[in-house]
Nanobody
């Protein structure tokens, strides 16, 4: 099974950029559907973006045009490039993976069975 470790979070001002990384071990990311979720204090964990084995992508409406999900199979790493950050993007960001998914349910937390520990992103106004 795959183990996931996120990095790259931090504090940034509104309008800035961050790139999150999720390093995988134990298996190769090319075998998995992978996604980024986020959870703000007092809120449900929500799907941000997902990338299928064939590299098709899905995005939450709130991040379309600002965030880009990608993966580097050679480095066994998933990325989330976040541009034009807003204070409402402040959350703990989690990397997740699953061997097989129902694509129309990509944003559902319970579709994924492997999770990282999270990395904090804080955007100030």
């Amino acid at each position: 099974q795959v183990q996931l470790v996120e990095s790259g979070g931090g504090s940034v001002q509104a309008g800035g950029s961050l790139r999150l990384s999720c390093a995988a071990s134990g298996d190769t990311v090319s075998n998995y559907v992978m996604a980024w979720f986020r959870q703000a204090p007092g809120k449900e964990r929500e799907g941000v973006a997902a990338i299928a084995i064939n590299s098709n992508t899905n995005y939450a409406d709130s991040v379309k045009g600002r965030f880009t999900i990608s993966k580097d199979n050679a480095k066994n790493t998933l990325y989330l490039q976040m541009n034009s950050l807003k204070p409402e993007d402040t959350a703990m960001y989690y990397c997740s993976a699953v061997l097989w998914w129902r694509a129309h349910l990509w944003a559902r937390r319970d579709e994924y069975n492997y999770w990282g520990q999270g990395t904090q992103v804080t955007v100030s106004s």
